[in-house]
C-alpha cells in the first residue's frame, strides 16, 4: 500500500464532518479582510487535529511537525466575494454586508473558497491521524482576501516567513467547472499576472448646449477605449498572450452637463513580464497622447490596484505531482490543465521563502455539463466527488514528498 494511501484509509470518517462543515461555510461567507469567524472555526479545527497554530496578516497556519524530513506547504484562501447566490441551494448564502459605497450587497462563495477549506482540513485531520506513514513537516495554510489580492501580501508582511518553517516545496489548488473528480496540471504559466488600474482623465466642465466652452472628457474617455484595443492586436507580438479590458467608464450624472473628468477601470493579463510592461507601457503612453491632443488641463493619474503575481509552476515539481496523481487516480482522471487567465495571489507565499511550487485544478461539476464560470452567481460545484478528490489530491501531493517510501 502506498503512503498516500495508508494516510487516505480515514477518509470516510473525515467526509462526514467534511461536508457538513462545507455546508456551513457556504452559508456564512465572509468577505477579503472579514473573514473572523472563517478563521476561528478553522483555527479550533486544526489544534484539535494537534497542530501548532499561528494567527498570521489575518490567516491561519496550522504547523505540524513529524521528526526529520521535508516541510510541504499547502495553502488555501478562505474569502467570498460580494456576489448575491442564485444557486438555489438548501444551503445557500443568504449574507447580506453593506459595501464601501453604502450600497447593500449579498456575500456569496462564488470562487469555490468553501472546498478550498474543506479539502484542506479534510487533509490535515488525515495526515495528523497516520503520522506512521510519513516523517517531515506538514504547514496548512489559510490565506485571507485573495479577492483583493492583499491576503497573501498581508502574511508574508506580518512575519510569515520568520514564524513558519521554510517548506521545500508549496502546493495550491483550486475548483474549477471541469468534470468533478477530474484533477488538471500544467508545467510553467498556469494563471496569468493581473494588473487592475484606475485612470482619470480630466477635461473642462460646461452646460450640454455650449460644448464649444468644454474639454469633454466624455469624448476623451471613449477614444482612449478605442485606442486601447489596439494594444494587444498591434503592439504584442503574435503568439504571446495579452488581455485589455476596459470594465467601467464612469462620467457625468446629468444629459445637459458635460463633466470636468471621468474614470476608467482598466484590467490587464499577462503570462510574461515583458509583455506586462509593454502593455502598461502603451497604456500610459495612449492614455497621455489622447489627453494632449483634447487640450485636456492637467494630465491623466494612474492608479494601479488588484494586482496578481504570475503563478508560473516548477517542471520537477509538476511532473513529480502528476506522476503520483496518475498512479493514484488513473490516468483518465488527470488532465492538462493549460493556461488560465484567472489570476492568484498564491504565489506570493512560497515565492517570499524562495520555494518551488506547484498549483493544480480540481473539477467540481457533472460530466457533460460544464458548470458556471468562477464568480458566477450560480456557482455551485458538486459536494462529492469534488470534496473527496480534492482532499485526496493534497495528500498525494503531499506523500510524494514526505511518504516514508519515498525518502
Known sequence: MSR????????????????????HLHAHPELSSHEVETAAEIAARLEGFGY????????VVGVL?????????????????????QTGLPYASAVTTVDESGATVGVMHACGHDVHVACLLGAAELVAGRTQAWGGTFVALFQPAEETAVGARAMVEDGLTTKVPRPDV?????????????????????????????????????????????????VLAASIVLRLQTIVSREVRPGEFAVVTVGSSVAGSKSN???????????????DMGVRQTVVDAVERIVRAECE??????????????QYPLTDNHPEVTATVTE?????????RVMELGRVTASEDFSRVPDAFGTPYTYWGVGGFAPGHPGPPNHSPTFAPLIQPTLSAGTEAIVVAAMAYLGKDQR
Request: net charge negative.
Open 4 to 23: 498516500a494511501r495508508e494516510v487516505l484509509e480515514g477518509l470516510a470518517a473525515t467526509t462526514v464532518w467534511q461536508e457538513e462543515l462545507y455546508r
Open 52 to 59: 501548532a497554530v499561528e494567527r498570521i496578516g489575518g490567516g
Open 65 to 85: 511537525t513529524n521528526g526529520g524530513g521535508p516541510t510541504v506547504l499547502v495553502r488555501a484562501d478562505i474569502d467570498a466575494l460580494p456576489v448575491t447566490e
Open 170 to 218: 508549496a502546493f495550491g489548488q483550486h475548483v474549477l467547472n471541469h468534470e468533478a473528480g477530474v484533477l488538471g496540471t500544467q508545467t510553467g504559466p498556469v494563471l496569468s499576472a493581473g494588473d487592475s488600474v484606475r485612470i482619470t482623465v480630466f477635461g473642462k466642465g460646461s452646460h450640454g448646449s455650449m460644448p464649444h466652452l468644454s474639454v469633454d472628457p466624455v
Open 257 to 271: 452637463i458635460i463633466p470636468d473628468r471621468a474614470v476608467l477601470l482598466v484590467n490587464l493579463r499577462t503570462y
Open 293 to 306: 491632443a483634447a487640450g485636456s488641463p492637467q494630465p491623466p493619474t494612474f492608479e494601479y490596484y488588484d
Open 324 to 332: 503520483a496523481f496518475r498512479a493514484h487516480f488513473g490516468q483518465d
